[in-house]
């Protein structure tokens, strides 16, 4: 089932943007939730005031947290097929 697109509103950072897309709403919230914890953490953590860097930062920040959930991932799936292994033989 394809969603449909629509036109969100979210505020980061104290200014409010309009997202089109076509994911549930709730996901963009939860991700508009993220982006701004991000950005806040980024202002506290590095003192900076600029909004440019403050937003590479926090893109940064993410990019890293996804590539570490993403190397974790296929570590659980190669651990996984250990297991489904290990299982299979114990069953012959």
Known sequence: MMNITQKYKVTLMGQS???????????????????????????????????????LLAALNLALRAAQVERKMFENIGHQSKLIDLIAEVNF
Not at 33 to 52: F, G
């Open 17 to 55: 943007y309009t997202i089109i897309s076509d994911e549930l709403e709730q996901d963009i919230l939860e991700a508009a939730k993220l982006v701004e914890k991000a950005m806040r953490e980024a202002t506290v953590q590095s003192a900076v005031s600029d909004n440019n860097k403050i937003t």
